[in-house]
């Protein structure tokens, strides 16, 4: 066979090979792989023994499957995603550049926080206020024979029998003075009449106020009427003989140090303790309110007091 036939069939063979095994290759791919496989065809075809010729074709297929492989790159497999969120358009850069520097947080929901942070405070404080009240109030409850308060009978500035039991159904807050006091008990009249119109004007007619004399032999029935006119209206004065008013001082813990036998148009001096005792509309001692609270605070404890009360309460 002359060596132009021979070339002939080496470029056929070339072009069939590359047409076969490389159909999906580029067009210079394709023109690589094919001038490839000419150069192997023809050295196949210069092989003078079939031993040769043999070897020249599996090294034609080795180099086909090299292109094939370079040629026929697999891209990656794309990782599956949803639709992506759309981000939110400000329209102007002013409101973009304060939502970045306010983050999260806007100003209608910053003054709601410090409101609701407010409004918690105040719960919390007066609920710690009102168990410390309940506290005080429990502490105070006699058990078997009362602490303060107690049974006694004397008769009003009306000349009327008036006994512990006539206490019931309000909050009373009971005084011990006398009229001959030279300042103390003036003073602390006056503020008897300011809580009791500021607890009126709170909780309304709650409260009864009440002064019982440690002074019997001067401070009559009509002494003590005249006299507690003076400071407030709603006043009741009880007195007695010695033994009632002393039994009276006993119940509550009082202390006063008027002679027993006294003469008529004697001088002395009395002196006692000074707290108003507020009891409760079932006569247990709630708290004693001393000289350093003034009409208002009193009024307020003893209206928190009564706020607090769950039973029966008489206003009229």
Same mark, same amino acid.
């Given at each position: 066979?002359s060596?132009?036939?021979?070339i002939?069939?080496?470029?056929?063979?070339?072009?069939h090979?590359?047409? *076969?095994?490389?159909?999906?290759q580029?067009?210079?791919?394709?023109?690589?792989?094919?001038r490839?496989?000419?150069?192997?065809?023809?050295?196949?075809?210069?092989?003078?023994?079939?031993?040769?010729?043999?070897?020249?074709?599996q090294?034609? &297929?080795?180099?086909?499957?090299?292109?094939?492989?370079?040629a026929?790159?697999?891209?990656?497999? &794309?990782?599956?995603?949803?639709?992506?969120?759309?981000?939110?358009?400000?329209?102007?850069?002013?409101?973009?550049?304060?939502?970045? *520097?306010?983050g999260?947080?806007? /100003?209608?929901?910053?003054?709601l926080?410090?409101?609701?942070?407010?409004?918690?405070?105040?719960?919390?404080?007066?609920?710690?206020?009102?168990?410390q &009240?309940? *506290?005080?109030?429990?502490?105070? $409850?006699?058990?078997?024979?009362?602490?303060?308060?107690? #049974?006694f009978?004397?008769?009003?500035?009306?000349?009327?029998?008036?006994? =512990? $039991?006539?206490?019931?159904?309000?909050?009373?807050?009971?005084?011990?003075?006398?009229?001959?006091? #030279?300042d103390?008990?003036? !003073?602390?009249?006056?503020?008897?009449?300011?809580?009791?119109?500021?607890? $009126?004007?709170?909780?309304?007619?709650?409260?009864?106020?009440?002064v019982?004399?440690?002074? #019997?032999?001067?401070?009559?029935?009509?002494?003590?009427?005249?006299?507690?006119?003076?400071?407030?209206p709603?006043?009741?004065?009880?007195?007695?003989?010695? !033994?009632?008013?002393?039994?009276?001082? $006993?119940?509550? &813990?009082?202390?006063?140090?008027t002679?027993?036998d006294v003469?008529?148009?004697? =001088?002395?001096?009395?002196?006692?303790?000074?707290y108003?005792?507020?009891? =409760?509309?079932?006569?247990?001692?709630?708290?004693?309110?001393?000289?350093?609270f003034?009409?208002?605070?009193?009024?307020?404890?003893?209206s =928190?007091?009564?706020?607090? /009360?769950?039973?029966?309460?008489?206003k009229d």
């Amino acid at each position: 066979m002359s060596r132009s036939c021979m070339i002939a069939n080496a470029t056929r063979r070339a072009h069939h090979l590359s047409s *076969r095994t490389l159909p999906l290759q580029t067009p210079g791919a394709q023109a690589t792989g094919s001038r490839s496989l000419f150069s192997h065809a023809l050295r196949c075809t210069d092989s003078s023994s079939s031993n040769d010729l043999q070897r020249c074709r599996q090294q034609s &297929r080795i180099t086909n499957s090299d292109h094939s492989r370079r040629a026929h790159k697999i891209p990656a497999a &794309r990782s599956f995603s949803s639709t992506p969120r759309r981000p939110k358009v400000y329209k102007t850069v002013e409101q973009a550049k304060a939502r970045n *520097r306010l983050g999260p947080f806007s /100003w209608p929901a910053a003054a709601l926080f410090l409101l609701a942070g407010i409004g918690m405070t105040f719960y919390f404080r007066s609920e710690k206020e009102r168990m410390q &009240r309940k *506290r005080i109030a429990e502490m105070t $409850k006699g058990i078997g024979k009362p602490k303060v308060g107690g #049974p006694f009978e004397l008769v009003d500035h009306n000349g009327n029998k008036f006994t =512990d $039991k006539d206490l019931a159904g309000k909050y009373a807050l009971v005084y011990f003075g006398f009229t001959h006091c #030279p300042d103390i008990c003036p !003073e602390e009249l006056d503020k008897m009449a300011g809580m009791i119109d500021r607890v $009126k004007e709170r909780s309304g007619n709650t409260v009864r106020p009440i002064v019982i004399s440690c002074d #019997p032999a001067r401070d009559t029935p009509q002494v003590l009427k005249k006299y507690l006119s003076e400071f407030h209206p709603d006043m009741i004065g009880l007195t007695g003989d010695y !033994e009632q008013v002393k039994a009276a001082c $006993k119940a509550y &813990r009082v202390y006063f140090s008027t002679p027993k036998d006294v003469k008529p148009g004697q =001088d002395y001096l009395v002196d006692h303790s000074i707290y108003f005792y507020l009891m =409760d509309p079932e006569g247990d001692f709630v708290e004693a309110i001393g000289r350093q609270f003034s009409a208002e605070s009193a009024a307020k404890l003893i209206s =928190d007091h009564v706020g607090d /009360w769950k039973g029966k309460l008489d206003k009229d």
